[in-house]
């Protein structure tokens, strides 16, 4: 049986244009309001990721860190996303779920604990920043068990031979980290160059589907279009951070932002 996150990326391919796929961080700026934020989201994208709050994190940029210290401020605790996903499925056509977060988070939860709560809610991916290849063998390997994508990162300072391991072993879908940055800055080469780097990893096995993160903007997203996926996370928690200062409902701000990505790549 074909997973949520393929049969996405397949319905985009029909349609002609790459999936969108949104980042937001669990519990910002609470629990309720993260999830009214995902529903808000949920008709413009085509996959959702879902951050865990963490206080000292690896390759997040400031607007994320902002929106992970607001959460973790306000009581956040693991558990609490699987309350929000749980709710957000209870919607009408909810998008794949993929949780992005840290080992330590998952170590401490328990791994079988934490897949047996994945799997309750329908959690379809897991992208994990601090368990690289070839040490998530293990960990991935319980993931594909419970028919949960677990998603590989490649770098561009990955050696060919690295990728071509990592892509073997990998699931349905492999993100691509654009540049040697934090998330959220400005991109340090050219969309040409990314899509070079890109076309080069796909080439390796054309049937995976491949995603494009970090730096991924209102500006950025047309010029990147022709990847499988596009990855818009700290836009995004920037908008909820602008709202909030000045006082206006991040829900709907949040739905118009994501409304207008969708348009500039259709």
């Not at 993260?34 to 529903?39: H, K, Q």
């Not at 929106?67 to 909810?94: Q, T, V, W």
């Not at 209102?218 to 836009?235: F, Y």
């Amino acid at each position: 049986m074909k997973s949520k996150i393929q049969l996405a990326f397949e319905k985009c391919k029909k349609e002609k244009r790459p999936a969108l796929i949104s980042y937001t961080v669990a519990s910002d700026p609470n629990q309720k309001k993260s999830l009214r934020i995902l529903s808000s989201i949920s008709p413009h994208v085509d996959l959702a990721e879902i951050g865990f709050p963490f206080s000292t994190p690896i390759g997040d940029g400031p607007d994320i860190q902002t929106s992970s210290f607001r959460a973790i401020k306000n009581g956040f605790k693991l558990r609490d996303i699987f309350k929000i996903i749980k709710e957000y499925n209870k919607i009408n056509n909810p998008k794949p779920i993929i949780l992005m977060g840290y080992y330590n988070m998952i170590y401490q939860y328990g791994e079988n604990n934490f897949l047996k709560d994945c799997k309750k809610v329908g959690v379809s991916g897991i992208i994990c920043v601090d368990l690289p290849w070839p040490e998530n063998r293990i960990f991935a390997k319980k993931c594909k068990k419970k028919s949960i994508n677990f998603i590989q990162l490649v770098a561009p300072t990955t050696t060919k031979n690295r990728i071509k391991k990592i892509i073997r072993e990998s699931h349905d879908m492999v993100y691509y980290i654009s540049m040697l940055s934090t998330t959220g800055g400005k991109l340090k080469v050219s969309p040409k160059k990314i899509l070079e780097n890109y076309n080069k990893i796909k080439k390796i096995n054309p049937k995976k589907n491949y995603v494009i993160g970090f730096g991924i903007t209102d500006k950025t997203i047309k010029s990147l279009k022709s990847a499988d996926g596009l990855v818009v996370g700290s836009l995004l928690c920037k908008t909820i951070t602008n709202s909030l200062k000045m006082r206006q409902n991040p829900v709907t701000k949040i739905g118009k932002v994501v409304y207008y990505l969708k348009k500039r790549i259709i």
